[in-house]
């Protein structure tokens, strides 16, 4: 298994970034996906799923109406477009899905900052 994000940086407030997260060795097309993030000090907290087809999506209240979450299956990926980014949207981002057990990906960075 092994799960790779990108797309993070270093953004003012109100800005935007699209996250990437490309998948190997599951069936990705078969799982769902959900996104999480840490910010620093803080303990890792969800923030939006996709079902397998991406029919169906769910949001924390935190980024709901600002973040969308996509996936693409013939490129095993999944996305999340940052709109609207606070001060406090600055964390590590992770993609997962049931199917990856314990692993965690290494993460992508993005910080929110005047």
């Known amino acids: 298994v092994r799960v790779v994000e990108s797309g993070g940086g270093v953004v003012q407030p109100g800005g935007s970034l699209r996250l990437s997260c490309v998948a190997s060795g599951f069936t990705f097309r078969h799982t769902t996906i959900n996104w999480y993030r840490q910010a620093p000090g803080g303990q890792r907290e969800w923030i939006a799923f996709i079902t397998n087809g991406g029919g169906h999506t769910l949001y924390d209240d935190s980024v709901k109406g600002r973040f969308t979450i996509s996936r693409d299956d013939s490129d095993t990926a999944s996305f999340l477009q940052l709109n609207d980014l606070k001060v406090e949207d600055t964390a590590v981002y992770f993609c997962?899905?049931?199917?990856?057990?314990?692993?965690w990906g290494p993460g992508t960075l993005v910080t929110v900052s005047s």
């Open positions: 997962k899905s049931p199917a990856m057990g314990d692993y």
